[in-house]
């Protein structure tokens, strides 16, 4: 999603966090709106149990959010992770 595409409420709680809102990527994981360019790319191996997912962010120590993107680029799946 693209800035436009948020609810106004969504746009008010996320306006102060940027520079260049124009240039950010969201979408929406249980009642969350998350910006792709807050994940950290995950260049596992072949052996690591993330290896098959794009991206994470942390929510706390112990959990976070996983990413992986479709081949062009226009969706997300998304899935939580506990350790």
Same mark, same amino acid.
């Given at each position: 999603?693209?800035?436009?595409?948020?609810?106004?409420?969504?746009?008010?709680?996320?306006? =102060?966090?940027?520079?260049?809102?124009?240039?950010?990527?969201?979408?929406? #994981?249980? @009642?969350? !709106?998350?910006?792709?360019?807050?994940?950290?790319?995950?260049?596992?191996?072949?052996? =690591?149990?993330?290896?098959?997912?794009?991206?994470?962010?942390?929510?706390? #120590?112990? @959990?976070? !959010?996983?990413?992986?993107?479709?081949?062009?680029?226009?969706?997300?799946?998304?899935?939580?992770?506990?350790?």
């Amino acid at each position: 999603m693209h800035w436009h595409d948020l609810t106004e409420s969504e746009q008010v709680e996320l306006k =102060d966090n940027y520079d260049n809102i124009e240039e950010s990527s969201f979408f929406r #994981y249980k @009642s969350h !709106v998350y910006d792709l360019n807050d994940f950290m790319r995950i260049n596992g191996n072949n052996d =690591d149990e993330f290896s098959k997912w794009h991206g994470h962010v942390g929510d706390s #120590y112990f @959990s976070g !959010v996983l990413i992986k993107l479709s081949e062009c680029g226009e969706t997300v799946m998304a899935a939580t992770y506990y350790s």
